[in-house]
């Protein structure tokens, strides 16, 4: 049960420091029984948040939690870049839904302060970023899986698979009102990267003649025009909305995501899109950082099976939960009697859906790759090549593929398919 609190301590917003939450978590018990001891034992380190938040770790005798506060602009535009404050309400709303059917892959949230914008979590000791664990060349066979699961059970336990229509469109209405950090992406991933524009920034001037060729690129701009539409009317799915590799925590053993405010019902694949483009951009990445070629083959092979490992386990994961049976309105089953085509329509019908969602992933995530390499938000994976040549080389490899990721969708029609034209595209660049 999630513990929400305007009082006592709370008031309008105010942005936190460490001094300020050990004051404000030493006034609720609740939350004190998690750390132990007295206040004069505990303490507040900020950690780094991103862009959009303050996070910090609060220490205690006999355990740790985590504070996160929505911040009021964007870190790397300054302060007078002004993001909507409500994101974190709809962050708390995806993450007590999710836990409703994939518990395991959700941290504990034990408070909610609406005034101030703060979210107090389990502190997740010992876990990284998928990202750093990828970077270190690190042993990840566990997340495919545990990811896979996840998503396959968001997908359809929050659409038309198993809700009532008028349910979902009205869960669909709850979610609207995070519009503001939905234009931001809109703007971010589908816009600015094709045009000129001042919040751009690729590794020029290495990168200034692709990115020219993708301003003026007509079939891509039309392909992008249709994934944006797609992205401003899909509302089929509660999403996480932005599952990259800094949103998922790992250790030896176990998978959580976190960092849910850009959450929304939008498309099917658009989850499984985020991840595939960041496992893509650090295959890509592999040329540049790798120091011996032990190294890169772990690297390199690390991403893809991780990439494909996702999709299986997402896939058996989806077919399991159909044939177990569905609640929803969006596929009868009274199509399926015998009469009716039976197995055989059954079978197709569900191939057809894990095709739909397999093209928005591959879509989509050609968008983020795009997005990640001439717009903000560029990824440690390929700034850290120090080499602005060779990182020029990788960013051009997975420029290419994006393109055709976003171009020629239909195409691919595995997640084979998606790894083998990365191989193939990281070969033309080196």
Known sequence: MIDTDAAPGSTEYCEFDAEDLLKYIGA?????????????????????????????????????????????????????????????????HTLATHAKFAAARIPLVYHFDPALRLLVMQYLDGYQTLRSALMNGQNCEHVGPQLGEYLALVIFNTSDLTLDPAQRRRHVATMADNSGMYRFIEDLMFTEPYMLHPRNAWNAPYLDSI???????????????????????????????????DSVLVNAYDTRVIDLELSLYGPLGWDLAMLFAHLLLNYFSCDGRADNPAQLERCRTGALTLLETIWQCFE????????????????????????????????????????????????????????????????????????????????????????????????????QKIAAAARAQRNNAR
């Open 28 to 92: 609720r018990t609740a939350l004190t029984r998690h750390l132990g001891g007295h206040s004069g034992d505990w303490h507040a380190e900020e950690l780094y948040g991103g862009n959009l938040n303050r996070v910090f770790v609060i220490r205690g005798p006999d355990g740790a939690l985590c504070a996160k506060q929505s911040l009021p602009y964007f870190r790397l535009l300054g302060t007078g870049t002004q993001m909507p404050l409500n994101r974190i309400h709809f962050e708390r």
């Open 211 to 245: 990115a020219c060729e993708f301003r003026t690129d007509l079939a891509l701009k039309v392909a992008v025009s249709r994934l944006k539409r797609r992205y401003m009317t899909a509302g089929e799915v509660l999403l996480h909305g932005d599952l990259h590799t």
């Open 316 to 415: 058996c994961t989806i077919i399991r939960l159909w044939q177990a049976g569905r609640a929803g309105q969006a596929v009868p089953d009274a199509w399926f009697g015998d009469d009716n085509g039976g197995t055989e329509l059954e079978t197709a019908v569900l191939q057809a859906l894990l095709a739909d969602v397999l093209h928005d992933a591959a879509g989509f995530a050609g968008a983020e790759i795009t997005r990640r390499i001439l717009n903000l938000g560029q990824v440690p994976d390929l700034q850290s090549i120090a080499n602005q040549e060779q990182r020029a080389r990788c960013e051009t490899g997975a420029l290419r593929l994006a393109r055709d990721l976003i171009v020629n969708t239909a195409q691919y029609t595995s997640a």
